[in-house]
């Protein structure tokens, strides 16, 4: 674990090596003796010493009256409650969504989803003269909406059963899906694809567009979705959408926190 990039010239090499340190010891998980510190980091004992009793006389790292050996200290998990204290979904989403309006013309919410129904957190209005009529802590049936179809597709199936027990499958236009089988496939097909699209199944006419966003822990927690009429979202003008609005969900979803793994993408299961 030697010290790369030297020669990067904005790099303070103390605060570097500081840094891996913690990343060495929450790596390991467990306590580590000078000795080992030095040997993963290929650093001299005389290096780090000062290093690691500057890091644990601020409280970033404990060490041990026993047996010398350090561990990462209390003052991280007090940072981190901060921290993630700040990664509010709505505070967080706020700028991506205004500039999701800006750039498609159409009118986008934040939600999550709330005792099995759809709860609208936030809302950005469209510019354009025909707007979707929808406030700020409006419900809405999970089943029949884009948001709530993206939220569904990514509970435990146990959960999804759970909900429609409860809240049934009501019908509000033809397109509407009432059955659980037919609600399934499409849960499906949301997670392969990563967003999904109500076609006129809670008001004809209307069309949305929906993407997931995950927080620090890579759990699905609210979802944001672009709305308007359907002849406003066809063609070209809705792959569009679909773009935007998938991307948005990604970098909301980085702001709080998540990463995604290896090989996978920020809307994927």
């Not at 090499?13 to 998980?29: E, F, G, P, T």
Request: with cysteine; charged share 25%.
């Amino acid at each position: 674990m030697a010290i790369k990039d030297q020669n990067n010239a904005s790099r303070i090499r103390s605060v570097a090596k500081a840094l891996m340190i913690l990343d060495l010891l929450a790596a390991n998980q467990r306590d580590m003796s000078l000795a080992e510190i030095a040997r993963a980091m290929d650093l001299p004992k005389s290096t780090l010493h000062g290093l690691l009793a500057t890091m644990r006389d601020f409280g970033y790292l404990e060490q041990s009256p026993f047996d010398g050996r350090y561990r990462l200290g209390v003052h991280l998990f007090e940072i981190g409650n901060i921290v993630a204290n700040n990664w509010d979904v709505r505070k967080v989403a706020g700028p991506y969504i205004q500039k999701l309006v800006d750039e498609l013309g159409e009118t986008v919410h934040l939600v999550i989803l709330d005792k099995g129904e759809v709860l609208y957190i936030d809302k950005r209005e469209s510019h354009q003269s025909l707007r979707i009529v929808s406030q700020v802590g409006m419900r809405l049936p999970a089943h029949c909406t884009g948001v709530g179809k993206v939220l569904l597709a990514y509970l435990h199936p146990s959960e999804v059963k759970r909900i429609i027990a409860t809240k049934g499958l009501p019908r509000y236009t033809r397109h509407t899906i009432t059955d659980p089988r037919r609600l399934e496939a499409e849960l499906e097909k949301i997670r392969a694809a990563g967003y999904a699209v109500d076609n006129e199944e809670i008001m004809d006419s209307l069309r949305c567009v929906a993407a997931p966003i995950r927080d620090h822990n890579g759990k699905v927690c609210a979802a944001i979705s672009v709305a308007g009429p359907v002849a406003r979202l066809e063609g070209e003008r809705f792959r569009l959408a679909v773009e935007l609005v998938t991307r948005t969900a990604a970098e909301i979803s980085t702001g709080l926190g998540y990463r995604p793994a290896a090989g996978s993408d920020a809307s994927g299961a």
